[in-house]
């Protein structure tokens, strides 16, 4: 089935309505980061140079700086990923994030899918992938971890075992700085065959910003590189990077994943109690809602009709129209959503 994979859940927001289809957590950068990047300004008449935010990255992670790159977002990585990684068989796992397909599919690739059934949790299978599977032969794979729609943690071992000779395993892990630890983050002392994508645009509020990064073998960073126009990163994105990865900012990011992990169990248990499930446990920012109980057809206008803006479903491979996902927000709109999703479970069973 045909998708739109440029739909972003920007495009199901609109003025007057509460904002649960965008998964970014702040609506701006805190005041200490925006008095960085209001100090970054004075510097726009220089090109900008990417090297301090290279070695803050590469000192964050502990690994060597050609194995990083900053980028403007996670999403132009997927870009270079697609024109600087010549793969001939690529297999994107989803549902997940649908840039990297649409970024390979414009570069010309013929994208192959894996697509996770609902019955599993949407969970992977790593021997999918093994000598014998459906997919050994895939040159190229992605998938997201934790995976936006279903907000899905996979285990690290299953995502290292996905390696094979010849063969490069893409990890996007945008929203690993909102888990708890970032446990399951395969960035470590052994890249090899590896590039993890990296954002800072959903923590910190700068998705106007695009601040990412990648980190990973350095023979794949290097064919990045070489794909990346000039000046790429802008000066206020060096300084927010190196900003958000100072030790002050990764403490307030880890109090923040504790809070949004609380805060999601209140929006699990709300959805609960009024007849909705979600698609697995979540260890994301959202949570993926299957609405069907409500009926097939999408409930995302009768929503915005109910004030709430919420990210449609059908556009991610995998999916259908009666999935919805939710970003985590505080308890009382948790409360709110789940109470117009109930009332549009009345109207629609008067209508």
Request: charged fraction near 20%; aromatic fraction near 4%.
């Amino acid at each position: 089935m045909s998708v739109d994979l440029h739909h972003h859940g920007d495009r199901d927001v609109a003025p007057g309505l509460v904002d649960l289809a965008v998964n970014v957590r702040l609506p701006g950068p805190p005041p200490w980061l925006a008095d960085v990047i209001a100090d970054s300004l004075r510097d726009l008449g220089r090109y900008p140079d990417a090297a301090p935010a290279a070695e803050a990255i590469a000192a964050h992670h502990g690994v060597d700086p050609a194995c990083v790159l900053p980028t403007a977002g996670g999403a132009e990585a997927f870009t270079l990923l697609a024109r600087g990684v010549h793969a001939a068989r690529p297999v994107v796992v989803h549902p997940q994030f649908t840039e990297p397909e649409a970024a390979l599919t414009a570069a010309g690739r013929v994208v192959g899918r894996c697509v996770l059934p609902r019955e599993t949790g949407f969970r992977l299978d790593p021997r999918a992938f093994a000598e014998g599977g459906v997919h050994a032969q895939a040159d190229l794979v992605v998938v997201g971890n934790p995976t936006n729609p279903t907000g899905v943690l996979h285990p690290a071992s299953d995502l290292l075992a996905l390696r094979a000779p010849g063969r490069v395993v893409v990890v996007d892990e945008a929203f690993m700085d909102a888990v708890p630890g970032e446990s399951q983050s395969v960035i470590g002392p052994d890249l090899e065959g590896l590039l993890v994508v990296r954002s800072l645009t959903k923590t910190w509020g700068l998705a106007g910003l695009r601040a990412g990064y990648v980190v990973g073998d350095p023979s794949v960073v290097t064919a990045l590189r070489g794909m990346q126009p000039p000046w790429s990163v802008s000066s206020p994105a060096v300084a927010a990077t190196v900003a958000c990865l100072s030790e002050g900012a990764i403490a307030e990011a880890e109090a923040g994943a504790m809070t949004i992990a609380a805060d999601r169990d209140v929006l699990v248990q709300e959805l609960a109690a009024v007849g909705l499930g979600t698609a697995a446990p979540s260890d994301a920012p959202f949570v993926l809602v299957d609405t069907s109980p409500l009926g097939t057809t999408s409930v995302r206008e009768e929503m915005a009709d109910l004030g709430f803006a919420v990210r449609r479903g059908e556009t991610f491979p995998g999916l259908g129209p009666s999935w919805i996902r939710l970003a985590v927000r505080d308890p009382e709109t948790s409360r709110a959503v789940a109470a117009a999703l109930a009332e549009l479970g009345r109207l629609r069973r008067v209508a």
